[in-house]
T-cell receptor
Framework: KNQVEQSPQSLIILEGKNCTLQ??????????LRWYKQDTGRGPVSLTI?????NTKSNGRYTATLDADTKQSSLHITASQLSDSASYIC?????????????FGKGTHLIIQP | EPEVTQTPSHQVTQMGQEVILRCVPI?????FYWYRQILGQKVEFLVS????????KSEIFDDQFSVERPDGSNFTLKIRSTKLEDSAMYFC??????????????FGPGTRLTVL
């Protein structure tokens, strides 16, 4: 069964600090891995998408890494801001293009304190 | 910037009633999806739709559920006889523009369904 596990479950850091969120997956076949940001009561918003051959991808202060051999990914947030408070969800796709249903992790609930 | 829209934002219904959740995907997208998120739990895939038919569905998507693209813009999810456990946030998503090789899915804001 395809699974995505994330850690930590929740994290509190001070504004301006960096943090790293972890994701492990067992999804086969593997197509791509995505990180989404979800504000409370809102739909997920894509931050990064990485395919098998990509090790790192950045989007502003967000940098995602992927190790397809160990089936691990991380999301690093630099110089955190209050608006970064949200759930960060690791999502894995098992198909190439087309109408592929995604497998979601439970997310890491990040709180940025002033 | 184009976005996925959903209506209503909140739907309250009695157990056993039928509900229809509506979505307007991004206009040039070809693939459409429904997901749900029970309060405090992870987002779960329900169904994907392409070329006017279901491409893939999960175990959750049983005979009580159906999807339809009644015209060129709307994509609907119908629950025939709602149960208490259907209470959740339902997200519509779309993907697959003409030049989109990544198949990035764009999510709507969700409809919160409450079954009493």
């Amino acid at each position: 069964k395809n699974q995505v596990e994330q850690s930590p479950q929740s994290l509190i850091i001070l504004e301006g600090k960096n943090c790293t969120l972890q994701c492990n997956y067992t999804v086969s076949p593997f197509s791509n891995l995505r990180w989404y940001k979800q504000d409370t009561g809102r739909g997920p918003v894509s931050l990064t998408i990485m395919t098998f051959s990509e090790n790192t991808k950045s989007n502003g202060r967000y940098t995602a890494t992927l190790d397809a051999d160990t089936k691990q990914s991380s999301l690093h947030i630099t110089a955190s801001q209050l608006s970064d408070s949200a759930s960060y969800i690791c999502v894995v796709s098992a198909k190439r293009g087309g109408a592929d249903g995604l497998t979601f992790g439970k997310g890491t609930h990040l709180i940025i304190q002033p | 910037e184009p976005e996925v829209t959903q209506t209503p934002s909140h739907q309250v219904t009695q157990m056993g009633q039928e509900v229809i959740l509506r979505c307007v995907p991004i206009s040039n997208h070809l693939y459409f999806y429904w997901y749900r998120q029970i309060l405090g739990q992870k987002v779960e895939f329900l169904v994907s739709f392409y070329n006017n038919e279901i491409s893939e569905k999960s175990e959750i998507f049983d005979d009580q559920f159906s999807v339809e693209r009644p015209d060129g813009s709307n994509f609907t999810l119908k629950i025939r006889s709602t149960k208490l456990e259907d209470s959740a946030m339902y997200f519509c998503a779309s993907s697959g523009g003409p030049r989109d090789s990544s198949n990035e899915q764009f999510f709507g804001p969700g409809t919160r369904l409450t079954v009493l």
